[in-house]
């Protein structure tokens, strides 16, 4: 964790997060920005900086719990 409470995550590039999640990397970056543009993460060439609880809380406002250490994502409103 860096200094303002951000996760950074080196040399991922949209392409990459494309292939893994099998979408179009011009989605990916798409999203990026209206997370970027929510303040949720910013990114560079090198560099992408989650903010984790400001995440962490967006997704709980819409029924997603996510823990508090890595793993699956559970949605309370999946059935």
Do not use: C, W
Request: no cysteine; charged share 20%.
């Amino acid at each position: 964790p860096l200094a303002d409470g951000s996760i950074r995550i080196r040399y991922l590039t949209h392409h990459t997060i494309a292939e893994f999640v099998g979408t179009s990397r011009e989605i990916v970056t798409f999203l990026m920005n209206r997370l970027r543009r929510a303040g949720l993460l910013r990114y560079s060439r090198k560099h992408i900086d989650i903010y984790s609880q400001a995440m962490r809380e967006a997704l709980r406002q819409r029924g997603v719990h996510m823990p508090a250490t890595l793993g699956a994502l559970t949605s309370t409103a999946a059935g």
